[in-house]
């Protein structure tokens, strides 16, 4: 279901394998989640996220990302954040290298074997023992493919937002008519991309296992230490 390729061999390790095949890892095993433009070359920008393992098998891989995980992320060399710089150059300016906190109150992020979309479920209030869900986010995304311990995936822009009652939206859709504009995607794949939001949404309505009560209720094991990613020192902090 993916539809960016990676396109060069530097894009994914020699190796990779689809998510769902063996050997998986343990729960509390450590577990990095790659995002990589189409072509990415080494030395390019890129999203690395150190996770804990939640559960990894056939049907996919469940993983924590903990709250003051530090990440590799991606500025511009103005020092801007992505998310910061204009619409009408989200694409077009150089990207570099940077690292930053992930400042949540954590993330359980779900990507099933072979979609084209993970889930990620957000919570409000984790201050007691009965943490508030804020509802499901589903990132468009090319289906995974990984290593032992990293999986590997490029970004499609819209995504879709699901609240706690069930109410949907999409999300970032001038964001999608952009990248069109600015040549990071072209028509037929943003077309593409649309259809494989109706298939997320699809997916939720019939209550398939990302979407699952048990997520909801899931808490992670409090023996769990924040997992560290290597080669942050040659990073620019922000």
């Not at 020699?14 to 509390?28: I, N, Q, S, Y």
């Not at 903990?66 to 511009?76: F, I, N, R, S």
Request: hydrophobic content about 40%; proline content about 8%; charged content about 25%.
């Amino acid at each position: 279901m993916s539809i960016l390729p990676h396109s060069t061999p530097a894009a994914v390790p020699d190796g990779v394998r689809p998510m769902g095949e063996a050997p998986f890892l343990d729960p509390g095993d450590q577990i990095s989640w790659h995002y990589r433009k189409p072509g990415w070359q080494p030395g390019d920008a890129s999203t690395i996220t150190p996770m804990r393992v939640v559960r990894d098998d056939e049907r996919g891989l469940v993983a924590w990302l903990a709250p003051g995980t530090l990440q590799e992320g991606q500025g511009t060399p103005a020092g801007e954040r992505i998310r910061t710089v204009p619409l009408e150059r989200r694409w077009l300016d150089p990207r570099t290298r940077i690292v930053e906190e992930w400042w949540g109150n954590g993330i359980l992020r779900i990507a099933p074997a072979g979609a084209a979309w993970s889930v990620w479920l957000f919570w409000s209030d984790v201050s007691g023992a009965e943490w508030q869900f804020a509802g499901w986010y589903v990132n468009l995304e090319n289906a995974h493919l990984r290593t032992d311990r990293d999986t590997y995936s490029s970004d499609h822009i819209l995504d879709v937002e699901i609240e706690p009652d069930g109410r949907v939206h999409l999300k970032d859709e001038d964001e999608l008519i952009a990248a069109v504009e600015q040549g990071r995607l072209t028509s037929e794949q943003a077309a593409q991309i649309e259809r494989h939001a109706d298939a997320a949404i699809a997916s939720y309505r019939d209550g398939d296992w990302p979407f699952a009560a048990e997520w909801r209720d899931w808490r992670p094991d409090p023996s769990w230490t924040v997992p560290e990613l290597t080669g942050l020192s040659d990073l620019r902090a922000r």
